[in-house]
């Protein structure tokens, strides 16, 4: 599918919101369900006066997704891809903007120009977008965090980029947050203030997590110790998590396919990436468990899936994880 703004609109898949909402009123929303051209799934989207929107996508294609964003004006929008790989290219450019697979994210900096969103056929694609404005983001972000002179660049040059180099990690906190904005069981005024204090909340947790996954935190010491080639050693060592979740690898075998051995891979993925190679991995099981919980599969149906012999086993673990019950998600 290929569209602008408003024709994206008329198709069905896309109802994009102005940033700043300026005229319009102070709070809108759209949630509806699309089974056309190719593409089946939920749209979720929200825009406030104050330059904060918000898009869920759970879009399921039997051909090429194509959506070009045709922006107004400047502003920032934070992409997570909870399940599947999109990209974004600035359109006529032919250049490659971000890549963001799944349970990924990364700040964007989107420019008054076109942005060509674009993911694979029959591929499952599970995302969220957070639009803020650079006003919004500027009040949020410290003066001496090191995302904020990367930002600043791009806002005095008014040019398209990515403003962390590497996507970061979602992490539980992050998809809590999230789900909950999408599932605000509160209306009108009080719906706005519970979506503000939620950007706030999730602003606070990435910009905390961005130091410590950026290498700039926490384990700032031991990572910055790490050579370029180790440090891309343990990305290729999240690629090939990411691709056998239900035939994991060993952390023998993980070290050998990467050229090193387990006591290196152990010390090194942990500074990268500020968990274990095993604790990342419980990460993207519950992830996978909750996408199939809303699908609305059985809880004992994903507790094999998620290769848990024992239902309350795998409920324990879930509940501990997200702070709520396999039957309360699927409710």
Known sequence: ?????????????????????????????ARRLVDRDGHKGIIYEMGMSEGISLGYYKIQSTQKGKVVIDNTRPFVQISYTLYGHKTYEIEGEKKMLASIKKLEYNYLFLTNQKIQLSWLPSDQLEFFELGISPEQLLRCLPAEHPIYQSFNESLEKNIAAPISKKNLSVSAKNSNILYDMLNCPLDGRYKQLYMRGKTAELLAIQLEEYEQQAGLGKYSK????????????MYFVREIILANIHSPCSLIDLAH???TNDAYLKRHFKEVFGTTVFGYLHVIK???????????????EVSFLTGYKYVSHFTRAFKKHFGISPNQVRR
């Open 222 to 233: 031991q990572a910055r110790k790490l050579k370029q080639e180790d440090i891309d050693r």
């Open 257 to 259: 396919q990467v050229g």
């Open 1 to 29: 599918m290929e569209a602008n703004l408003h024709e994206a609109k008329r198709q069905g898949m896309f109802c994009s919101f102005d940033i700043n909402q300026q005229g319009q009123a102070n709070f809108k929303e």
């Open 286 to 300: 519950m992830e996978e468990a909750r996408r199939h919980l809303l699908d609305g599969q059985s809880v004992s």
